[in-house]
């Protein structure tokens, strides 16, 4: 087990780099050392903050005190293989998501290749359901052993319990409650079931399939869909960091964000034609239909809902790319706290940001969206001690 010092503040160990320090910090490397910590802040009433690669996730500047907890643990087992139905692969929390991802395309595992580059954890995955470009980890989990801090034992969900839905999941809906800032479940352990085939799932979002020379649809080899995923990541801000490599010559402030601060918006038919201009993005809300035998999860479109763009909100009530509360200084804002010159969804810390500077940013983002069309928007990440 590895303490560390107590000097550890949050801006280290999150992406977006601002919040205070942890009143305690560890580590730990087994499944043991990693409940006992658990149930040694609930006995004491200690609050607790359980954290995978802080990537989203945002801290108030007065820190958090409490136990901020880390699962140190990395690797997965192979549960079954053959050639009907595919890879049964258990994967530890601790484990850096994209890390697996890119072990699965190499073993031609088939589901998480749209997943590729995410920042984070395994264990973080199931908690908001993450997706991109057109798939989600709902698409291929079969269940999620957790923790529970209420019975204090180890409760095991099938994939079709976790009531996962768009960015959510039963894990993030007691994120709220008396456990806050953690769930009442903590992830130690995600299964997968994943079929084993040399092309991808047919390709949902047109964005890249275009990048793919594809029609939505198709198929591709999963390397391919792998490394264009890598590509238009990389061309958003949007990369784990350990796969943009060694190179540390110019601090990327696009990067050091949240990833999406705010959820896209979903909308009854009804509002969305009311409120939305007609040349707003509108894509399809997939509804959950249950989930089979087998565990996998089934879903379908709700014709009853519509998913706008958060981004192109933000763009066209007049917060464009690069965008902070100061003036602009060579036609940059010299606000510490700005958005992504890449994507509007990212607010991003360009050095000197505190927590306080990004709220201000988000808030006057939510009253400008909110001003233009009528239309609230939900922060993405876990706000600790502060609200937008
Ligand atoms: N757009 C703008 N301005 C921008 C960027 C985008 O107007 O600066 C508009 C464009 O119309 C574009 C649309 O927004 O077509 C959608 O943009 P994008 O394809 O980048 O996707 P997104 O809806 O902004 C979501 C996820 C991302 C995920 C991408 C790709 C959420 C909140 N975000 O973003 O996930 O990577 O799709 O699938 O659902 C995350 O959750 O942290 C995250 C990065």
Same mark, same amino acid.
């Given at each position: 087990?590895?303490?560390?010092?107590?000097?550890?503040? !949050?801006?280290?160990?999150?992406?977006?780099?601002?919040?205070?320090? /942890?009143?305690?910090?560890?580590?730990?490397?087994?499944?043991?050392?990693? *409940?006992?910590?658990?149930?040694?802040?609930?006995?004491?009433?200690? =609050?607790?903050?359980?954290? $995978?690669?802080?990537? +989203?996730?945002?801290?108030?500047?007065?820190?958090? &005190?409490?136990?901020?907890?880390?699962?140190?643990?990395? %690797?997965? *087992?192979?549960?079954?293989?053959?050639?009907?139905? %595919?890879?049964?692969?258990?994967?530890?929390?601790?484990?850096?998501?994209?890390?697996?991802?890119?072990?699965?395309?190499?073993?031609?595992?088939?589901?998480?290749?749209? !997943?590729?580059?995410?920042?984070?954890?395994?264990?973080?995955?199931?908690?908001?359901? *993450?997706?991109?470009?057109?798939?989600?980890?709902?698409?291929?989990?079969?269940?999620?052993?957790?923790?529970?801090?209420?019975?204090?034992?180890?409760?095991?969900?099938?994939?079709?319990?976790?009531?996962?839905? @768009?960015?959510?999941?039963?894990?993030?809906?007691?994120?709220?409650?008396?456990?806050?800032?953690?769930?009442?479940?903590?992830?130690?352990?995600?299964?997968?079931? !994943?079929?084993?085939?040399?092309?991808?799932? &047919?390709?949902?979002?047109?964005?890249?399939?275009?990048?793919? $020379?594809?029609?939505?649809?198709?198929?591709?080899?999963?390397?391919? #869909?792998?490394?264009? #995923?890598?590509?238009?990541?990389?061309?958003?801000?949007?990369?784990?960091?350990?796969?943009?490599?060694? +190179?540390?010559?110019?601090?990327?402030?696009?990067?050091?964000?949240?990833?999406?601060?705010?959820?896209? &918006?979903?909308?009854?038919?009804?509002?969305?034609?009311?409120?939305?201009?007609?040349?707003?993005?509108? @894509?399809?809300?997939?509804?959950?239909? %249950?989930?089979?035998?087998?565990? *996998?999860?089934?879903?379908?479109?709700? =014709?009853?809902?519509?998913?706008?763009?958060?981004?192109?909100?933000?763009?066209?009530?007049?917060?464009?790319?690069? @965008?902070?509360?100061?003036?602009? /200084?060579? %036609?940059?804002?010299?606000?510490?706290?700005?958005?992504?010159?890449?994507?509007?969804?990212?607010?991003?810390?360009?050095?000197?940001?505190?927590?306080?500077?990004?709220?201000?940013?988000?808030?006057?983002?939510?009253?400008?969206?909110?001003?233009?069309?009528?239309?609230?928007?939900?922060?993405?990440?876990?706000?600790?001690?502060?609200?937008?």
């Amino acid at each position: 087990m590895t303490a560390l010092a107590e000097s550890t503040t !949050l801006a280290e160990l999150t992406t977006l780099r601002v919040g205070g320090p /942890a009143a305690a910090y560890l580590v730990t490397t087994t499944e043991a050392e990693f *409940i006992a910590a658990i149930t040694q802040a609930d006995d004491d009433g200690t =609050p607790l903050l359980v954290i $995978g690669g802080g990537s +989203n996730l945002v801290v108030a500047d007065a820190g958090f &005190p409490g136990l901020v907890l880390r699962d140190g643990r990395s %690797g997965w *087992i192979l549960d079954s293989a053959d050639a009907c139905s %595919g890879a049964s692969v258990t994967v530890v929390a601790g484990q850096d998501w994209d890390g697996f991802v890119a072990a699965a395309v190499a073993e031609r595992w088939v589901g998480l290749e749209a !997943l590729a580059g995410i920042p984070g954890t395994v264990g973080a995955a199931p908690v908001q359901n *993450i997706g991109a470009y057109g798939a989600e980890v709902s698409d291929v989990l079969s269940k999620v052993r957790t923790w529970d801090r209420q019975e204090r034992r180890v409760r095991t969900f099938a994939v079709g319990e976790l009531a996962l839905g @768009y960015r959510t999941s039963l894990l993030k809906q007691t994120l709220g409650q008396a456990w806050s800032p953690t769930p009442r479940y903590v992830v130690l352990d995600v299964s997968f079931q !994943l079929r084993r085939a040399d092309v991808s799932r &047919p390709l949902r979002y047109a964005e890249l399939a275009r990048r793919l $020379g594809r029609e939505v649809g198709q198929r591709a080899p999963l390397g391919e #869909v792998r490394e264009a #995923v890598l590509g238009l990541r990389a061309a958003k801000g949007m990369l784990a960091e350990h796969v943009v490599g060694g +190179n540390t010559a110019a601090p990327e402030h696009d990067r050091w964000s949240a990833g999406s601060f705010f959820t896209n &918006p979903v909308l009854p038919l009804e509002r969305a034609e009311r409120l939305l201009p007609a040349a707003a993005p509108r @894509y399809p809300v997939r509804a959950v239909i %249950g989930a089979g035998m087998s565990g *996998i999860y089934r879903t379908e479109v709700d =014709p009853a809902l519509v998913k706008t763009s958060a981004a192109w909100l933000i763009e066209r009530a007049g917060f464009t790319k690069g @965008y902070g509360l100061d003036g602009l /200084a060579g %036609g940059q804002s010299c606000s510490p706290a700005t958005l992504s010159t890449r994507h509007t969804l990212a607010l991003t810390n360009r050095g000197g940001a505190t927590a306080a500077d990004i709220v201000s940013l988000a808030r006057a983002i939510c009253d400008g969206v909110q001003a233009k069309f009528g239309i609230e928007l939900e922060p993405e990440p876990n706000l600790v001690g502060l609200t937008i």
